[in-house]
């Protein structure tokens, strides 16, 4: 079974910890990456090394750039990638 690989951009710890925490459970998805901030994840992102994010759980309000702002970001350079807010 082929895993969905998720990213979290999530600025409270006790959210973003708990969604970490219920996603793991499930066998078919796996967390690749976890950020507080659209700019934090924009930047881990750029490592080729980590595997392709398939979808993106997305803050509304965020510290620095809020999730809505963020989307015309990521979407620019990430156009494929799925987003949840």
């Known amino acids: 079974m082929e895993k969905i ?3 979290i951009v999530e600025d409270d710890n006790l959210i973003r910890e708990s969604l970490e925490n219920f996603l793991c459970e ?3 998805l796996s967390i ?4 507080e901030s659209v700019e934090l994840f924009l930047e881990a992102i750029k ?6 994010i398939d979808l993106l759980l997305l803050d509304i309000e965020l510290p620095g750039m809020t999730g809505i702002q963020g989307i015309y970001h990521i979407k620019q350079k990430y156009p494929q ?3 949840v807010m």
């Open 26 to 28: 499930h066998p078919s």
């Open 81 to 83: 990638l799925d987003i």
């Open 5 to 7: 690989n998720i990213a």
């Open 32 to 35: 690749s990456l976890v950020a």
């Open 47 to 52: 490592d080729s090394s980590r595997p392709v």
